[in-house]
């Protein structure tokens, strides 16, 4: 009995060193895979990193895709910036760049600057060139002395019978180049319009010119408010005597 018990206890002996050493071989094993696995997935970080910074490059490029360029023909941006605009005049206005043309008398006393174009007319003694709103009357007379302020307003009560709603400015002496000048300024009630009939409050300049016993009257009239400064300067500077 004692030798079985023996035996007995020498092959579950041996049995515990093979369980041992094969529990020992596997954890061997499975630390070996374990290893491999952590090899394979070190070998494999730099390429997914590679991988995922391409996806990203590729995102942000197709975020900043480029605007196809305009077809043929089609809507182009075009810069807003100030354009040139054309002159606008205000009724009675003469534009800036009025032609003007010399005017003779049969008499051929003197000679002076109309605008060219306007309607020329007769009345009486009197030439009249008129446009719109604007005209200029001509006369010529044959005082035994020169104009003066005393003159002009002597003259006054019969410019105010002739002239409806004549209303007094001002008289003056003024410088042109063919000389001292008597002025006198003031409003009046404009023609009727032609087409509503309706009328207006015109501005009125009569020059008072004078040379050698020979008078010419330039009467100036245009709608109150115009600008008519400069085309009134050139008339009345451009008068010659001949």
Not at 90 to 106: E, L, R
Request: aromatic share 6%; glycine share 8%; net charge negative.
């Amino acid at each position: 009995m004692k030798h079985t018990h023996s035996g007995s206890q020498h092959i579950h002996s041996a049995s515990s060193r093979k369980w041992g050493q094969r529990h020992q071989e596997a954890l061997r094993n499975g630390a070996s895979k374990r290893a491999e696995g952590e090899d394979l997935m070190t070998s494999f970080r730099p390429a997914l990193a590679v991988a995922l910074t391409l996806i990203a490059v590729s995102a942000g490029l197709g975020g900043c895709a480029t605007k196809p360029a305009p077809t043929p023909g089609g809507p182009t941006a075009t810069s807003t910036g100030p354009s040139a605009t054309p002159e606008d005049n205000p009724p009675g206005d003469i534009p800036d760049n009025q032609a003007f043309v010399s005017f003779t008398p049969p008499e051929h006393l003197f000679t002076v600057s109309v605008p060219e174009g306007w309607a020329r007319t007769t009345q009486g003694a009197a030439t009249l060139f008129t446009d719109k709103s604007n005209s200029i009357r001509i006369d010529i007379r044959t005082p035994t002395a020169a104009p003066t302020i005393d003159s002009a307003r002597a003259e006054l009560p019969v410019v105010e019978a002739t002239t409806p709603g004549f209303h007094l400015g001002g008289i003056s002496v003024v410088d042109r180049k063919a000389g001292q000048v008597v002025l006198i300024t003031y409003t009046a009630t404009s023609p009727p319009n032609a087409v509503t009939g309706k009328t207006g409050t015109n501005a009125v300049e009569r020059y008072e010119f004078w040379h050698a016993n020979d008078e010419v009257i330039l009467t100036l009239s245009g709608a109150v408010g115009a600008d008519n400064v400069d085309p009134w300067r050139t008339i009345t500077d451009s008068l010659q005597w001949l």
